[in-house]
């Protein structure tokens, strides 16, 4: 079933100064709300879309641990995405200047006031457990600041309070690559194709590594020269998510995920800022993780004053946090039980 869209027909001011006239968001819901129901809010990474329970399967929907029997849950598509929401490829929608090729820019503030919209028309108060992996960690982290009496727990996975160096730098090659295709800034919606093909192929290598490639994508033939498997898998994957997200959008929201720093405009360092967040929150990290490594995860749990961490192995490295479902889900439920005991 497709997302539903809650069409908000005033200004939309942007962090960056920006105003929108007015917003499209796209989202899902799972069981029905009532005010006695427990929410479950879902926030989703970068090439990711509202339909949580097709993505994040084993976790969420019915017969998972975050089902529609005990929760309300929901999951809207981010602000700049290319999944229903306003971003480059509904520019028409809006009626401006604004352009294909020229989107302004757009932060992870800028999502979670686009959710609280959401929320607030759907007529919740409160939500039970926050959910976010990944660049979905960075909205939930966020939300636990903007809105701190509207978020009970929370339960984050492969993420950190502020992008690294690290991922900065591997958000500039992928746009790089995505800059070098000849199509780039051409206003159709197909520009940048293959240049979004590159950026991915340098994405994989961040999402898993090199136990997983060895163990996955190693040829046994030795007199082989030329069309090895790793290389079709790489070609695969990037063909993959040229059908079904855009190079405008990925673009922009890599550049989301860089401008990620809690303590932006917040009077104080990284420490102070995380110190104010008082929720319980589960926060699981991956050993194999080489895009958010577990050290990010550490120091959110040093300075968090109600923050559980726990390590997981996987071979997956950072893609373990959609992978690792069962081991996930057992964390997670047994800390949802602690904290109702």
């Known amino acids: 079933m497709g997302p539903l869209v809650y069409q908000y027909n005033q200004p939309f001011t942007l ?7 007015k917003l499209k968001l796209a989202y899902h819901t799972y069981g029905e709300y009532t005010p006695a129901k427990k ?15 097709d993505w994040w399967k084993g976790l969420i929907g019915p017969g998972y641990l975050i089902n529609p029997d005990d929760y309300f849950i929901v999951c809207a598509n981010i602000l700049g995405s290319c999944y229903g929401s306003t971003g480059p490829l509904s520019v028409e929608d809006l009626g401006t200047e604004i352009s294909l090729n020229n989107f302004p820019t757009v932060t992870i503030r800028d999502m979670v006031q686009a959710h609280i919209l959401i929320r607030k028309y759907l007529g ?3 939500i039970d457990l926050l959910l976010g992996g990944s660049m979905g960690g960075y909205q939930a982290l966020e939300w636990s600041i903007m809105e701190p009496a509207v978020i009970q727990k929370m339960f ?7 992008e690294s160096a690290w991922g900065v730098a591997v958000h500039t090659a992928q746009r790089l690559a995505i800059e070098a295709d000849c199509t780039w800034k051409e206003a159709t919606p197909n520009a940048g194709a293959k240049g979004l093909k590159a950026a991915r192929a340098i994405g994989m290598l961040t999402y898993r590594n090199y136990a997983i490639f060895q163990e996955k994508q190693t040829d046994e033939d030795p007199e082989k020269i030329d069309n090895f498997k790793a290389s079709s898998y790489i070609n695969y994957q990037g063909d993959k998510l040229v059908k079904r997200f855009n190079a405008y959008s990925y673009w922009l929201l890599t550049k989301s995920m860089d401008s990620h720093h809690l303590a932006r405009k917040r009077g104080g360092d990284l420490m102070t800022t995380l110190a104010s967040i008082k929720i319980p929150t589960l926060i699981i990290g991956i050993n194999s993780d080489i895009l958010c490594p577990l050290d990010e995860q550490r120091f959110m749990e040093n300075h968090m004053p109600d923050a559980t961490l726990v390590a997981i192995d996987s071979l997956y490295g950072h893609d373990g946090f959609i992978i690792e479902t069962v081991q996930i ?5 047994n800390w949802l039980a602690s904290q109702n005991a």
């Not at 929410?39 to 090439?47: F, N, P, R």
């Not at 889900?329 to 439920?333: R, S, Y």
């Open 15 to 21: 962090e960056c100064g920006v105003s929108l006239p």
């Open 39 to 53: 929410v479950a809010w879902v926030c989703h990474a970068l090439t990711a879309n509202s339909d949580v329970a």
């Open 124 to 126: 919740i108060d409160k």
């Open 156 to 162: 984050l996975i492969s993420t950190s309070p502020s």
């Open 329 to 333: 889900t057992n964390l997670l439920k």
